[in-house]
């Protein structure tokens, strides 16, 4: 049960990497003495107009939607935000939730907690109640902030109905026009109070901002029954950027764009910190329109564009129907955890006239590698290994633990001289490349890792289903995305995916977990002991095109 777990503390920071290592780390600029915090201030101090972030509000009047954020207002409102949250009782060390959208308060509000010596722990938007309560729980999160209502989702009312299970979690703090029973009013104690010139702005020396702090705690959906979480201080996150900006194939260093959402880890290094250590700006939007993100990508210039490969075969369709020019951009990054389709790729080099370049990436290791040709490189100073057919990372850019829920947490570099098990099958190249097959089984899911546990539970709960597995398949357009396959109770009444999609929804499981295609089979695969055997439905799907006959995986070899 969630009110059971154990607290994550104590948690390692960078003096737990062996010093020798650490200082060639910093020798090579990989890691660094000062962090985030402190770009923004040595930037508001030398150019305090720059913007830092232009963000589009699609719930605003038109004319006042696109919203620009300087650096000396940034640097002005992290304070306050600081100070705010120490006046509510966040100490360093505190984890503190994040779940709001793509608006400049939440970069701000990460911002303020590193500022301060706290752990940011990043909720995605659409995750619900079920999963909300079991990120609290994990993290033990003091204080945790999401918005009034989002998407038509009572965000402030559900974290009130599970708070009283969650006995440290201090304070509930709610975005918008009126805030939850018993929540802090975001607006009136932290947008409209300036905390920064109270008496708790005198406790925020410079020195609590270090990079070498932990700094966020990812909870890893999908890891079985109990999620699992993953630590990066401001260095690992750090790491990957400086790698990337110093391979010489990659360009871009003033405006960066992305429509991923603010709390997933690869937003935040590509729209908040990457910008912010280049002195650039970062652009976003709050509601995902292709349409707008191309208009607002033009107009500020946008040098570098990340998106997941369904994202990107959107903008290329929204460009294709109303074509709009990117003159400023140089490179465009996709992928994430599982690759791009060759044929998207393509049309993209084609069409952009820009430098592409697929990214993999893991929770584990942030930014790990870029393609150059047909694999996949490890960025400088990330090392690989496979073991046992599973991906290992260990470098500057790989979290410094990795735990279960309810497990002791240990430093990787204490444990494990520092390698990280990714949970990804992969092959091994020539020298210096890696090729990733697939996950593992527990683990699909293109942006958002899915539950695999959780969701077949889910299915097998259906009254119609009597076996179900859920395994990962590559739709050509969208990349990675999860397949229900399911033995009906009936043959002749099978379930729909339309009628497991809301079963599944009624049992509070997050939109972005769900799956996209359903297979009828009449019987699951399994092996002499009787277990289900994953493999042979990954090579039925992949065999299987539009029109051809459904004949069932359970013969195969």
């Known amino acids: 049960m969630t009110g059971s777990s154990p607290p994550p503390g104590p948690l390692p920071d960078g003096a737990s990497v062996p010093r020798e290592v650490a200082d060639g780390w910093r020798a090579v600029g990989l890691w660094r003495a000062e962090g985030f915090v402190h770009d923004v201030l040595r930037t508001a101090a030398a150019h305090p107009d720059r913007p830092a972030f232009v963000g589009h509000r699609a719930g605003r009047p038109e004319g006042r939607r696109t919203v620009t954020v300087s650096y000396a207002r940034l640097a002005r409102y992290m304070d306050r935000f600081a100070a705010g949250l120490r006046s509510l009782g966040v100490a360093e060390g505190d984890p503190v939730a994040v779940q709001l959208p793509n608006w400049w308060e939440t970069a701000a509000l990460v911002l303020a907690c590193w500022r301060i010596g706290a752990v940011v722990v990043p909720v995605l938007p659409g995750v619900r109640g079920p999963d909300l309560e079991r990120i609290l729980g994990v993290t033990r999160a003091r204080v945790c902030v999401v918005p009034d209502r989002w998407e038509e989702y009572a965000n402030a009312e559900v974290l009130a109905e599970v708070a009283h299970r969650l006995p440290w979690l201090r304070r509930r703090v709610a975005v918008g026009d009126t805030a939850a029973p018993g929540a802090v009013d975001f607006g009136t104690y932290f947008l409209r109070t300036a905390h920064e010139r109270g008496p708790f702005a005198l406790e925020l020396p410079l020195s609590l901002a270090s990079p070498d702090r932990p700094a966020l705690l990812l909870t890893v959906m999908g890891m079985g029954e109990d999620h699992g979480t993953v630590l990066h201080t401001g260095n690992t996150l750090y790491a990957g950027l400086a790698a990337q900006r110093a391979d010489a194939t990659t360009a871009g260093t003033g405006v960066f764009a992305s429509p991923l959402p603010l709390t997933s880890l690869a937003a935040l290094l590509h729209s908040v910190c990457w910008p912010l250590a280049a002195g650039g700006t970062g652009v976003f939007q709050d509601v995902w329109d292709p349409r707008v993100f191309l208009e607002l990508a033009g107009s500020t210039g946008a040098e570098q564009v990340y998106a997941t490969p369904a994202q990107w075969a959107e903008l290329l369709a929204a460009r294709r129907r109303e074509p709009r020019d990117l003159p400023e951009l140089r490179l465009a990054l996709t992928g994430g955890r599982v690759g791009t389709p060759e044929a998207l790729l393509a049309e993209l080099r084609e069409e952009l006239g820009a430098r592409v370049r697929n990214v993999w990436g893991a929770p584990e290791s942030g930014l790990g590698a870029l393609s150059h040709g047909s694999a996949e490189r490890p960025l ?178």
């Open 380 to 557: 400088p100073g990330l090392e690989v290994t496979v073991a046992e057919g599973r991906l290992r990372v260990r470098g500057p850019s790989v979290a410094l633990a990795a735990w279960r829920h309810g497990a002791v947490v240990e430093a990787a570099w204490a444990t494990r001289d520092g390698w990280l098990d990714t949970g990804d099958a992969a092959v091994p190249g020539p020298p210096g490349e890696v090729t990733v097959v697939r996950r593992a089984d527990e683990r699909t899911g293109g942006l958002f890792v899915v539950p695999v546990d959780e969701l077949e539970e889910g299915l097998r709960a259906h009254p119609r289903v009597r076996e179900a597995a859920v395994v990962e398949y590559t739709d050509a357009t969208y990349g990675e995305m999860p397949c229900a396959v399911v033995v009906p109770a009936l043959q002749a009444e099978p379930p729909g995916l339309v009628e497991l999609r809301d079963h599944l929804t009624r049992r509070g499981l997050t939109e972005a977990f769900l799956p996209t295609r359903l297979e009828l089979v009449g019987s699951l695969p399994r092996d002499d002991s009787g277990h289900l055997r994953k493999e042979p439905l990954r090579a039925w799907l992949t065999r299987l095109r539009p029109g051809s006959p459904r004949t069932g995986p359970e013969a195969a070899p």
